[in-house]
Structure formats: C-alpha cells, structure tokens
C-alpha cells in the first residue's frame, strides 16, 4: 500500500531564503507526482507535475525534482516571499488508477 | 483560465439528513474525482468517475455515499444519512485524460459540518 511522507511538518523561513520541502514514498511504481499548495481554508493549488519518465520541472521560482528509485521528491522554492506561506502537499498516483495519494504537508511561513 | 467550481461553500446539516454537494468540472475533462480533509489529516481519496460510471472507491466510500453526473457539467457527490464523522472539506476534481501526463484541477471545497 502506498504511503506519502513530508518532512518536515512545519517550517519557518526569513523572507529571500531558498528553501527546499521533501516528500518520500513507499511504492516506486508511480505515474507521475503532483505538487500543491493549499492556504487555510482554501482549495489545493496545483503547482507542478512530474511525470515519472521525468527527473524535474520548473515553474517561475519553484524546481520540483524526482527520484523514483529511492521514492524521493523534492519541492525547491528559490528567493522565499511572505506570499509563499501555506501548506504545500505532494501527491502520487498509483499505478491502479487514477486516485491521488496525498502526504500530510508542510507547513510553510516565510517571515518578513 | 478554466476552473471548477463547487457549491455549496459551506453546508451545515443534522444528522441522519441527505446531503448534496456539486461540483462543475472543467468543460472538456473527463474524469472527475472527489476527495476529503478531515480537519488536520491527509485528503483521502473516495472516488473516481469516468465514462458515466464509478471506476475506483475507496473503503470509505460505503453505501451511503452516491455520485452522479446528471448532465453534461454537474458532478455531485450525495450522502445519504450524514454522520458525525462525515464532518469535512470535500473537494472536486477533474482531469483531461487517463495515463501519465494529465493533472488533477481541485475545486475551493465545501465545507461540511455535521451537528
């Protein structure tokens, strides 16, 4: 059963720092990858998706990274803003469908 | 840009009501989705529609829960007899296509609150 880890929980950066978010999982047979970005209370955000022949993909100031062989994914935010605070989830597909497996997030704050 | 969209925002029932929450999908996607967020866990998946007919559930997708596209742009997720539990944000999704390249659009939620 597929399982979606993010480390760390929470984090707090000063405003300008690049910063990176990771996302681990259990089952290296996945589809492809989905970064999101949820604020409170709101809806989830697709940022970026990396399909699993891909190794990255970039959008703006946001570098998401792939290892499927050590079920690894990396969210990189380059020149963090206060605009960044929120909570960023990864998600796999699987390869029996089409549901997405979400980890429990980070959640970010970049200070002023 | 192309969104979906979800009403009710928030609904509040008793328990034991029905309720219904809908959803309009991205006009040419077809495969739509919903999921939920009990307050300070994981979204989990429920279940995916595709071609009129459900293609995947998961365990918490019980009898009580139905969808159903009743015409070309609504999805809408019914539950029969609310529980407590039930108490959630549900959101709507859609995607273009099967296979590998598609992404997942989410709708804002809805809120559901159980009393």
């Known amino acids: 059963k597929q399982e979606v880890t993010q480390i760390p929980a929470a984090l707090s950066v000063p405003e300008g720092e690049n910063l990176v978010l990771n996302c681990s999982f259990t089952?290296?047979?996945?589809?492809?990858l989905q970064w999101f970005r949820q604020d409170p209370g709101k809806g989830l955000t697709s940022l970026l998706l990396?399909?699993?022949?891909?190794r990255e993909q970039t959008s703006g100031r946001l570098n998401a990274s792939l290892d499927k062989s050590s079920g690894r994914s990396t969210l990189y935010i380059a020149a963090s803003q206060p605009g960044d605070s929120a909570t960023y989830l990864c998600a796999v597909r699987s390869n029996q469908g089409g549901k997405l497996i979400f980890g429990q997030g980070t959640e970010l704050s970049v200070k002023p | 840009e192309p969104e979906v969209t979800q009403t009710p925002s928030h609904q509040v029932t008793q328990m034991g009501q029905e309720v219904i929450l809908r959803c309009v999908p991205i006009s040419n996607h077809l495969y739509f989705y919903w999921y939920r967020q009990i307050l300070g866990q994981k979204v989990e998946f429920l279940v995916s529609?595709?071609?009129?007919?459900?293609?995947?559930k998961s365990e918490i997708f019980d009898d009580q829960f139905s969808v159903e596209r009743p015409d070309g742009s609504n999805f809408t997720l019914k539950i029969r007899s609310t529980k407590l539990e039930d108490s959630a944000m549900y959101f709507c999704a859609s995607s273009a296509r099967e296979g590998s390249y598609n992404e997942q659009f989410f709708g804002p939620g809805t809120r559901l609150t159980v009393l």
């Open positions: 990396i399909q699993s022949s891909q």
């Open positions: 529609f595709y071609n009129n007919e459900i293609s995947e």
């Open positions: 089952d290296s047979a996945i589809y492809n």
